[in-house]
């Protein structure tokens, strides 16, 4: 047979991807060679593993020289002929033979199964490197490694008749390295149903849930319908049988498959699944596992949030969660508490609450800082979820890793989430998140959580894991951090134009478009779209109009209609409606070219703008639509700006209402004499200030002194001249091209 080298490196169901995308078990099987095999009641194993092993090296006792076999035969050795050609070497052989013979026959079936785990050891041993350096030689080295080891399962599989229990263990080893280096699924949906036939026949049920567990996921890879139809009858056989921790288990995988799917249908399907977990696990007392179906309703609302009832929803069953968070459990689930928290904040970032995002923010580092030394943190990433009660059969504890035995003799439920400096470096991005509407006011504490952030991400790229893993595995863990990666890379983009550092913002691009060249996991697309309408931002702001115009008019972020104008996660929907937002202001201006489709473009994102949930939008619309015809009647401007001036107050988007009020100082206090106006005046000044943005705090600063000028005030409004004078100076060559007379229409 061939081992074909998977060319994706994707064939592993690891996915490090957004965390509702790993939640249930997965067979995670790295015993050492003598503890594998050794339970199969071999006894004889124990007394040949110190001869037997090449270069009589036990790795145990010299783990400092342990080296890979390089034994490449599989196949078993017959007995060394005896040369009879003198009658001296026929006495000396004869004379070995004599000594040899007190000595325990060689039981090569378990040297080959040794030599299988010393291959496979080695080569995911160096899948973090393979991962990292991408390099052709280091992938054929690894894929030999593999191929070696699988060599030596296939050849004892043919070879010899083991014992039931060995030989379904060994057929699920076969299996899952399959499923997970190779594409050679048939052959691993094959190895699968011998051995469920197999383990029914001298009914093994836990090696035969684990065999079914994997050979859903073998089947979905080119099955999915087939693979979930399969699994509901597995699931009402297992709780026929009241076996509940394998229930749990293979409920949870019916969650992750369904919602790998993203229909509407699956959708409703994975909440009734959770739901019949919480149900089953409140009447036994399972608190752990209802606190990770509670967190995971929410996260399967948040996903699916088309109204603002999702996220009541998801604010309702962390609720749930949080009712058990004092159970003695919870304090050795870091993990759960973590994503408790980590979802509470994006449910607060959803529903444009910031206010109430700050205060969760808080909440969440309260509870991450001193976790972060818990030492129920793993390096690979998993945890484990306690069952009160302990299944009735045998409990293998190689038999795939799905439910397996605590120290204090419990069955757990293993699951595969993202490593704790992921976990962190997320919390990071949400942070920073939450405060960049104060980024400027607040000491750019939203910078230093994304530069953070950064940090952990590229350090956690740059070094080498010592968690043994496949190297599909690895790759996927690397592409999922470089999409972490460029996501903070992108909000710290945008802190920094906002408060026009456009250098910085500028050497961020580069670096932003240099990492997203490589992500092909997620929605690139997606990626694509926010860093085109960057780069159009970055060009408008430093005076490069016919550059910006060309970006914000390109098809990638050409706006296509309303859709459903109440859907929270339409993110490519609200970057074409601030595109076209700002192909609008360019284009009011009379002299430019396209200045006639300004009505049509206005027409255009009206109803989208105004149905929409979030008030920065709603915000931005009525300010655009205040400034896009200066001619407009005083009282219908004066309506758009206070709803403008309204809703940015609502989300506390310090620099919308700056801008608002700067403009309405230009529109109604310009030349007028009195306390109203040097009051509106200085007001806009101080917001300008708040929001960091040199360019506005230069046009603010020109309007107050226009303004003290009117009112006798020749000092103050000298002193405010000379101080927009100089900030000005340091904009960009495409911005200082207005005179003293023309900075006033900045604001229109």
Known sequence: MTYQQNPAYGASQQNYGYPAAEYYPQVVIRPTPTNYYQQQNYAAYQAQSHHFIPGGLH??????????????????????????????????????????????????????????????????????????????????????????????????????????RLEATVRLRYA????????????????????????????????????????????????????????????NDVEAYRHIAWAYSFRFLRVSLSLDLSSHQETIAALQHLRKISAMASNRGDSAVVVTAAVLEALTHIRSSSTAESIEQAQSALATARSHQLNETMKQLPQLMAMI??????????????AQAIQKMLAMHAMMDPAASDSHWKDDGSFAVPVTQAETFQSNLGAGGIVTKD???????????????????????????????????????????????????????????????????????????????????????????????????????????????????????????????????????????????????????????????????????????????????????????????????????????????????LSAYYLVKATAHVNDPILKTKQYLQNALQAAKVVANTQLTGITLNFMSWKFFRGVVGDQAENSARASQNLAKKSGSSLWISV?????????????????????????TAIAEGLPEGLQRYNEAESKEVCQ
């Not at 048939?186 to 090696?207: F, I, N, Q």
């Not at 002194?705 to 006798?712: I, K, S, Y």
């Open 407 to 617: 120290e204090n003799g419990r069955d757990v439920l293993s699951f595969k989430w993202m490593p704790r400096k992921d976990i962190y470096a997320l919390a990071y991005l949400l942070s920073g998140s939450v405060m960049s509407h104060r980024n400027s006011s607040g000491g750019q504490k939203a910078e230093k959580y994304f530069r953070e952030g950064l940090r952990m991400t590229r350090g956690s790229s740059a070094s080498i894991d010592t968690v043994p893993e496949s190297a599909s595995s690895a790759i996927a863990r690397l592409q999922w951090r470089q999409t972490l990666y460029c996501y903070l890379q992108l909000h710290l983009c945008f802190v920094l134009c906002a408060r026009t550092d456009w250098d910085s913002a500028s050497a961020s691009v580069e670096s932003l478009k240099e990492a997203a060249s490589s992500i092909t996991v997620g929605d690139p697309e997606l990626l694509e779209s926010l860093l085109l309408y960057l780069t159009g931002i970055i060009h408008q702001s430093t005076g490069q109009l016919t550059q910006a115009l060309s970006v914000f008019q390109s098809p990638t972020l050409a706006f296509q209609g309303v859709g459903n104008a109440l859907n929270r996660n339409q993110t490519r929907r609200d970057i074409s409606i601030l595109a076209t937002l700002n192909t609008i202001l360019i284009l009011r201006e009379p002299s430019q070219p396209k200045h006639s489709q300004l009505d049509n473009l206005l027409s255009t994102v009206e109803s989208a703008c105004l149905s929409h949930p979030n008030k920065n939008i």
């Open 59 to 164: 790795q145990e006792q010299h783990p400092q020289r342990y080296q890979p076999p390089t034994f490449h035969n599989t196949t078993a050795l017959p007995p060394t002929p005896i040369s009879v050609t003198h009658e001296g070497q026929m006495s000396n052989k004869m004379e070995r033979k004599s000594v040899d013979s007190s000595r325990p026959p060689v039981e090569y079936q378990l040297l080959l199964l040794s030599l299988a785990e010393d291959y496979l050891n080695a080569a995911h041993g160096q899948g973090s490197l393979v991962a990292l350096a991408q390099r052709e030689m280091e992938m054929e080295r690894y894929y030999k490694l593999v191929a070696t080891g699988l060599g030596c399962l296939e050849t004892v599989l043919r070879h010899w008749r083991l014992q039931p």
């Open 341 to 354: 928290h980590l979802v509470d904040v994006f449910c607060s970032l959803q529903d444009f609450n910031p």
């Open 176 to 235: 899952s390295i399959l499923h997970e280096e190779t594409d050679n699924d048939m052959e691993a949906e094959t190895m699968l149903s011998t051995g469920v036939t197999l383990c029914e026949r001298h009914r093994l049920l836990d090696l035969k849930y684990s065999m079914q567990h994997l050979l859903v996921r073998v089947l979905y890879k080119t099955k999915p319908k087939a693979a979930l139809k399969s699994l509901d009858g597995i699931i």
């Open 700 to 724: 603010a600063d020109g309007l107050l002194a226009d303004t003290l000028e009117v009112q006798g005030k020749h000092g103050e409004a000298e002193a405010a001249r000379k101080e927009a």
